[in-house]
């Protein structure tokens, strides 16, 4: 027998039992194995936080952590004792064989002696064992259970019998132990076993499993010889322990299944409790089963143990395995939500995405798909309704090899760009009426042609060619210096060469909103700066329209005035206009705010800078404007934001009533939330200045309260500045008390009711690239948005997704790729799965972040290209269905810049070309609740007109050592979508806070935990990584594999087994290969998969305890809510729980998003229709503007104009048409358009005949 001498380095722990951890009753929790009643109490002192960072520890300063020595806990054993050299053996040693041939001729000599023979009939109800009465039961104590010796990672070591034939490689077990019959006990070891049998089921009179636990001999074939599990070696005990509990939930599953019709996981969210309490609630045993656990809920149960589930339902020949749950929670059986299999590889676009990112590497991998004539319609029709660009599509071939190369004027009327639209229109008429001889049919034409001119008010199809300023042969601007510059002019200046300003242009443009004179009549302007798309984070990527400026918040009262001498022209621009609307040289809709590098729709207010608009309002004005008396609001009280709720404005003060917390004030932490406050009659002023925003507070009972009734956003301990009140402060004598609140409850302006429908319907989302559904319903979470429809390709996150629904029927799901669900769309193929433009309010979308993250060195190799293509369908979808709103995350790596290319500053450009307000966050996890240093990009979109979302509020402080950081770097040098400083209600909350209620699992061999089936590792290590754990210290905190070295720590067998390839990192001190978590700072960014080794990743490995971080610790970082379910593997799980965005991040967007939905106007008129087009510096450029059409006249039988067209109107870079009652002359002046003319500008609908003569009725309405 192999002997093995284990190497434990990290024996002492700081911590043998987590604060407010208790055992867990005769299952098998091993806390009880530490040593307790240590009389000797050693303090240290440990200062968590270096030099560096307490640099910024102004915002967010902590204590020392001062540690005490609690007691010594004892090394877990992960072999069986008889495995140990040294090991003394409880009796002698017996072979198997031998034991039973005894125990068979002493059962024979007492049959003999009595002349009877009797056979104790075993009765299992789940099995048929019996075999010619040749069944043998024998007791087996003292037992341990373990692997064989194989080339498995966990060859040899101690098992859980639930995983002996339901797992992989654990088809046959070995056990230690005494067979004990009436006459002896025997020891026997390495004895070989493939049977496990659980007794009781199908029998609802039996309360538990009891005893009735066998396990099978592989000896005696022709003989049934059962071993009966009594107690276990107390090194297996936590093993078995775990067994035993699984083994009773195993039982009422299997009940529940054969007495219950078509269960599905959703039975086990609370019926499966209300049925089982409803059996067997008065047996102490089963009572005393079921409060270990400790909730209603058992579908995480069910989820974590699907192997084991599986293998004992089959054994019963019932028909369970018919049930739909199977379907919804076993991997090999994930059926539930139908797959569709993609037929498209490559990734579907539309026409206008393809143009603006097919120069980025993963432009190969586009399929451009034009949408039908149907879709056109619909698309274009939701686009009008929304103001959004509605533009003409070419077409493309589905192959972009075979694909038409778009130019970059399609997509919008640049100079002398062609009309196609208006051309179109025009040619439609004429094909319609070229023929009509008859006088009444022409003039019943023409009133027609009238009445659909005056109806679309000159705006449609028919676009206008915009005027230009003169430039010379190199293409540079011709300087006109205009005499008078008024308010309301937009002029252009040289680029001041010694500017930090890096844009492409030579020239700067600003809007003139006030002129002033010297005594001698000189001019000096004070101007807003109008920004071209290469000066706003849009950087210098493709823009699809090169004559769009940007209205700005930059203006130069702080730098001086504008000398009117260093004006070049004044330029033509329309003011809220779209591509196309006006023949102005230039168009504005749009604001760009330098602040935040936002994209906001122009309103009227902005032509005026903050220094020129009215005198602001003091605080107490802006705070009796912005809040009522009964609001509830966050002041400034020292270095923290307390919620208060105000009473009364009087004089220069506010007055507030105080609202403590009820775990921080009254010391209450145990039974208290973090956001949990409690309601006093303490009223005191304060100053209006000190009071920062609004907070959401919401009453509930005590009762709601324990029974986890409270809803989000009220039960996440305080993202989104939400709290609530279940008590109140009362005084009994001096002594200071809490009761409970009941109702009525008092009178306050509470936040809104999550439980009620809301005042407006919430928006119908589409959630792509849902993965396990983290993002999507932290959105919904926020009360503005249901999804509809949510699309992923991996199998278990689909179905991850479904088993969160409260209501699955609500949502459709799409288990298959986003492109065919695109390709169907675009080509008029709708269904449940793919729903019409117009129907779709709000898209979120996460695309995969693996083409653009740090982590992954393959980004340029195709499987990463393809992944980075996927941002481009992101912007097709929008494209496609123009949502209301929408909001898409990545990593902040999309927004770096390689060889000139920048795939978010792109994005950025398809969006804001199609119309959209834009606006890019940079959002910490840890300023939202989460306890991990996780930093993501995120960029949220509102159509014209609609409130955008605001930035989310920080709740949390920042961790000591986070310094500025920015999504990108803009023409001026300067950093836009900032990190945020500001202060907080909550300070960040550590790794060890977030985890403190999590029972300690030691080394976590035995893969379960009963009250949480998610605290296990989602990887197993073999027994040389086990000991290279133990072997890490645990103090110094965040020590790792590559210190240990350097302090001696690390045997032999690890340095020469660790992989020191792969650079100098992981050789170097910062290497977090097999790194610590420091449990008074945040976890690490949990990735896709668990990797310990990885010097960049692989700070993975718990503070206290011998094994890397679990999967319950990994929800617990990103946010998911405990009572949430993850389907699949452990490994399956934690890619889930990595691919997600964490959920306190997801809650505070969507209640952002509600606030800017909650705060339109239903009632008021749309963007569109309250828009003006407003154009200034037309008359610089010999044109007129005219709000009514104008009458011209032109010869049209003249020699100097054989074709009918009027020199005095036709002038350079001007084309119209005119309509004749001959027949034959509007032959003539169709030919000549054709002919001579590319782009058309007029539309002449009035006409009339007087020797020879035509006069006409421009419809310009602008220019003539």
Known sequence: MNSRKEVDAGSFLIHSVPPGSTPLSHYGQQLSSAVEGVEDEYQIEWNAEDDEAMETAELSARPQVRLKLAG????????????????????????????????FDEQE?????????????????????????????????????????SKNTQSGELAPLHFLCARSANNDYYFDGILVDENSRRYVEKVPFTVLSIGNYLDTSLHTVGDQIWIRSSQYNRREVWYQLKEPAPEYREYHGQFLWLAEFTKHFVDYLNVVDNVSLRHFRQQFYDWAIELHGKDTDFNCWISTYGHIDFRSVVAANFEFLWKEANGVENGLHKHPIWSEIDPKRLTAVKEHRSRVENTVVTPYVYECFKRFPFGEYFNVITPSSKVLASRRKRGLNLDLTVEKCPSYAENPDESLSLSSNTFGCTTRARNTGGFEMLKEFFDENMNLKDDEQWEQARIEAKARVARDKFVGPVILTPTRLKRDSYGEIIANKPKVIGEGDVVAVRKDTQSVWKGESDLWFAYVQEVRYTKKGRQFLKVIWLYEPSDTSCSTMHYPFRNELFFSDNCNCGDGVLDADDVLCIVSVAFFSKPGESSAEYFVRQKYNTSDASFVSLKHPDFKCVHLSAPELSCMEEAKEKYQIGDTVLILEGRILEPVQLVAFEGDKVFVRRFPRRSRDYRLEQKSRPNELVWTEDIYPVRPEDIDRKCLIRFYTEEEKLSRKIPAPYNRDGTADAFFISSREVFNGFRRELIPLSKPFPLMNQGFDPDETPSRPMMNGMDLFCGGGNFGRGLEEGGAVRNKWAVDIGKEQIHTYRANLKKPDDTNLYFGSINDILRSGLRGNFSSHVPEPGEVDFISAGSPCQGFSNANNRREEEKGLRNSSLVASVAAFVDFYRPKYALLENVAGMASKKHDRNVFSQLLCALIGMGYQVQQFNLDAWSFGSPQSRSRLFVSIAAPGLKLPPHPALSHSHPPGKGDRGIGTGANGEKYGRRRFEITPFEYVTAAEATNDLPFIGQSRSHTCIPYPDHRQSCTKNNLKRILVNCVPVNPRQQSFVRAVNSGRMPKPQLDNYAWGGGGHKRSLISRSWQRVDPNALMPTITTSAQPACAFTGALVHWDQHRLLTVMEARRAQG?????????????????????????VALALGMSIREAWMSNDEDAPSYGAQRVVIETGLLQHGARHSEQPSLVEFDSTSEQNPDGLGADLVTDGEECVAYSKDSDARKRTMSALKRNYQSLEAVIFETSSKKGKLSGMVSTSSIV
Request: glycine share 6%.
């Open 72 to 103: 010594v806990a004892a090394p877990e054993f992960v072999f069986p004792k008889s495995s140990y050299d040294g090991y003394v053996r409880p009796l002698e040693i017996f072979n198997e064989r031998t034991v039973l041939k005894a125990f």
């Open 109 to 149: 000599q007492e049959q003999e002696q009595e002349q009877a023979h009797t056979s104790e009939v075993f009765e299992g109800a789940s099995r048929k064992r019996q075999k010619n009465d040749e069944f043998h039961q024998i007791e087996l104590h003292g037992f341990s259970i373990y692997r064989p010796e």
């Open 1120 to 1144: 998911f809510p405990d009572d949430e379910v993850l389907i699949g593997v452990a490994s399956a799980q934690w890619k889930i729980v990595g691919n997600s965005v964490a959920r306190t």
